[in-house]
Each structure stands twice: as structure tokens, then as C-alpha cells.
């Protein structure tokens, strides 16, 4: 069986090359244009959904970083107020090993002593109500707006924790529960200050009372190393963060982006097939005395 090629196949076929030619020259122009090497999904359908995951990593280690900054603000200002409530309750200890000594006081003196832990106190309900835009961070997942009131009952949630994450699987807690490390109530370091203020203007003995602040203090110390822990935690996680952002980044350049040498030369050749195709096009497909007399 024999096929027999007509002029209007030879016809079809050499406009099929050379759209198929003038495309890729088109393609290659606009990627020297763009400086891009997909511009459409249609250009590299398996390279334009790698690109999609990349972006979506990007993103996402966008956010995780924008979470690690929030995590290190909100445990930056729990620090700073955790160090400020050590160095107060360091003067309510002093003041009450002094006190404590009643042998050497006056009234007069005992009545500044008291004077001095009443504002000691009123300082550490002021640093255990520190907020970080808007919310305390003493105070758990609750919205209110103080971790402590006046009368030194504890608003946070209790058992809460405010978390944030950095990494698919990590989340990093960035605030301090208040009513652990101070007491709440009757049974706040603030209720124990003003006891020992008490006692004091009374004229009676505050020694006892020095194991309840070392307690008090003991309970600063080991939330100021547990914030510490977390900031190293979201420095490193940053640190990763920063080199994944880097590696995708560049992984996606790599893919998107075109060489622009080799595709303006890559252009060049294709220019020369595409003249090249339509000479010898031309020349191939000569008219014949059918085509004059349709």
C-alpha cells in the first residue's frame, strides 16, 4: 500500500513547522523581555507547579518568621519585667532583714520601712500588669486588661498559655503564668508585702517571713531561666528560618528566572532557523497551473 504526498500536505505541514518555529521565537522573545523563564503555567506545566510549592514555602516561612519576631518581643518584655520584680523583691528582703532587727528601730523608722515595701509592692503590681501591644503578658490567653486587680486577684486564665509557632511541628510558649511564679490573692507576694508592712508598723517581728519572699524570689529566678530557654529557642528557630528563606528563594530563582545569555543567543539561532524555514519554504512550494486557474 502506497501513500501519495500532495502539494496541499506538503503545504500543511510546512505552516505546521513553521508556526511551531515562530512560537518558540515568540517564547523566547518574551523571556528575554521578562528576563522570566515561565510567565504562564502553559510554558512549563511541571517547572510552574515546582514554582507554586516554592511560594507556598516562602510564605509560609514568612509567616514563621513574622511569629518568631512577635515570640522574641513578647519574651523581651516578660524578661525586662521579670529582672525589674528580682532587683524589687531583692529591697523588700533588705528592707526586712532590717526590719527585722527591732532592737535598732524607731517608730519613726518602722513607719518609713513600711512607707518603703508599701511602694515596693505597688511596684511589682505595676511590672506583674506589663503588656505587649495591648495584652499582658502575665496573663495567659486572656484579654483582659491587667494580669492582677487591686485587690490582687489574678484575671489571666488560668493553666493558659500564649504559643507561637515557628516551624511546622515547633511552637515556642512567649508568655509567663503571673498567678504561678507571684501567688494570687491572699497568698500574692503583694499580700505578703503588705503583712510584712503590717508587722513592721506594729512593731512586731518580720524574720519568719523571710522564707515566704526567698520562695517568691526562687519562683522569678526559674520563669526568668525558663524565657531565657525560649528566646534561645527563637533564635535559633529565626536563624533556620532565615537559611530556608535563602534556599528557597534561590531554588526559585533558579527555576523562574532565565540566563539571559544563553536565551538571547538561544533567540539569535532560532531567528536564523525561522528566516531560514520561510526561504527554503518559499522556494519548495512553487505555484503551479492549478493555482492560477482557481
Not at 533588705?94 to 520601712?113: C, F, G, K, Y
Not at 511564679?181 to 503588705?194: C, E, K, P, T, Y
Not at 517568691?216 to 525558663?226: C, D, F, P, S, Y
Request: charged share 10%; proline share 1%.
Amino acid at each position: 500500500m502506497s501513500f501519495r504526498v500532495t502539494e496541499s500536505t506538503q503545504l500543511a505541514s510546512a505552516q505546521r513547522n513553521l508556526q511551531l518555529s515562530a512560537q518558540r521565537l515568540n517564547q523566547l522573545n518574551e523571556q528575554v523581555a521578562s528576563g522570566l523563564a515561565i510567565s504562564k503555567t502553559s510554558d512549563d506545566p511541571a517547572g510552574a507547579a515546582t514554582l507554586l510549592d516554592l511560594q507556598r514555602q516562602l510564605a509560609q516561612n514568612t509567616q514563621y518568621q513574622r511569629n518568631a519576631g512577635d515570640g522574641t518581643a513578647w519574651l523581651a518584655t516578660a524578661g525586662t519585667a521579670l529582672t525589674s520584680m528580682n532587683d524589687t523583691l531583692n529591697q523588700v528582703r533588705d528592707l526586712t532583714v532590717q526590719a527585722a532587727n527591732t532592737a535598732t528601730q524607731t517608730p519613726s523608722s518602722r513607719t518609713a520601712i513600711a512607707t518603703q515595701l508599701q511602694s515596693l509592692r505597688q511596684t511589682l503590681l505595676t511590672l506583674a500588669n506589663t503588656q505587649y501591644q495591648g495584652r499582658s503578658v502575665f496573663a495567659g490567653t486572656s484579654d483582659a486588661g491587667s494580669a492582677f486587680n487591686a485587690d490582687y486577684t489574678f484575671n489571666g486564665t488560668a493553666g493558659s498559655s500564649v504559643n507561637r509557632r515557628v516551624g511546622t511541628d515547633t511552637t515556642v510558649r512567649v508568655d509567663v503564668d503571673g498567678s504561678s511564679v507571684l501567688g494570687a490573692g491572699a497568698s500574692s507576694v503583694f499580700a505578703l508585702i503588705d503583712s510584712i508592712a503590717s508587722t513592721v508598723s506594729s512593731g512586731g517581728n518580720v524574720g519568719g517571713q523571710l522564707t515566704a519572699i526567698d520562695a517568691v524570689a526562687a519562683n522569678i529566678r526559674g520563669a526568668e531561666a525558663t524565657v531565657g530557654s525560649a528566646q534561645n529557642q527563637l533564635t535559633g528557630a529565626t536563624s533556620a528560618l532565615t537559611t530556608q528563606a535563602t534556599t528557597l528563594q534561590t531554588t526559585q530563582n533558579g527555576i523562574q528566572n532565565v540566563d539571559a545569555a544563553h536565551a538571547i543567543l538561544e533567540m539569535q539561532t532560532q531567528q536564523v532557523a525561522y528566516q531560514t524555514a520561510l526561504a527554503v519554504t518559499a522556494k519548495s512550494i512553487q505555484p503551479t497551473l492549478m493555482d492560477y486557474l482557481r
